[in-house]
């Protein structure tokens, strides 16, 4: 039935559809600090078996090919991509990059552990290190109140001087890293949290047992390249272009078979 092809060609639709909205996502945030761009990821949808390959076609033969109509596509799921982002140099002291594997864990309000790869830190009131929501890096590092100088080092070790007095180390930041990273959940404000599919956090030092070294006054930059997205997005846009031709020529069949029969 040719209405069929018309269900078929709507899947496609909605398929590229999604895939466009995926690639809108990692256009938007070509410039968030640490974003790791996605990629969709597709499947067919059931087959229709009208004819099984080696089913009997007669007494003493059997088919060579079987007769399996689609119904169509779907995104099946999305897939980060981990490749590394540019590191950019700020010059803050409290800006950190992460050359390499990990994120850097973090105390979200109602005791939820986020991660992160955007280190743009800053210095809350009370001293502590936190993020620019907030929200305190764990393990806790709190600095002293006349802090005129801090050097973190690539094993994350803090170290803060204080005026007329030494240099003294105050804590050190700790990388996270997880058995399968590709299965954080996604959410707001640059943020990953631990599900059953990543496995449990593993903190750790800083360039020890395959997490990345902290490089201080740096920024990961997005991985997004907009050369990639914008040819992906053009391929996207032909997809779907053909999917609606497909319905276009499903619908003038009817047409004609309407006027004919």
Do not use: W
């Not at 004819?51 to 076609?57: D, F, P, V």
């Amino acid at each position: 039935m040719p209405t069929s092809a018309l269900h078929v060609a709507r899947t496609g639709l909605d398929a590229q559809d999604q895939r466009m909205r995926v690639i809108a996502n990692n256009l938007a945030n070509v410039s968030t600090t640490g974003f790791k761009r996605d990629r969709a990821n597709f499947a067919t949808l059931a087959y229709q078996d009208t004819r099984i390959a080696g089913q009997q076609s007669s007494g003493e033969t059997t088919y060579a090919n079987g007769l399996n109509l689609g119904t169509g596509v779907s995104v099946q799921s999305t897939t980060r991509i981990d490749t590394a982002g540019t590191m950019e140099t700020t010059g803050n002291a409290l800006d950190v990059g992460l050359d390499g594997g990990g994120f850097f864990q973090i105390q979200m309000p109602g005791g939820q552990l986020g991660y992160t790869r955007a280190g743009n830190f800053s210095r809350s009131p009370e001293g502590n290190l936190v993020t620019s929501q907030g929200y305190q890096v764990m393990p806790a590092i709190q600095l002293p109140a006349n802090t005129t100088q801090i050097t973190i080092g690539d094993d994350g070790t803090v170290s803060a001087s204080v005026a007329g007095g030494e240099s003294q180390q105050v804590g050190q930041i700790q990388v996270a890293s997880f058995a399968n990273p590709g299965g954080l959940q996604a959410g707001s404000d640059n943020f990953l949290y631990e599900t059953a599919a990543s496995g449990p956090a593993q903190l750790g030092i800083a360039g020890e047992d395959g997490r990345g070294h902290i490089k201080q006054g740096m920024l990961e930059g997005s991985n997004v390249s907009i050369v990639e997205e914008l040819v992906d997005m053009i391929e996207c846009q032909r997809a779907y272009e053909i999917n609606s031709k497909m319905i276009s020529s499903v619908d003038e069949m009817l047409k004609n078979a309407n006027q004919t029969l």
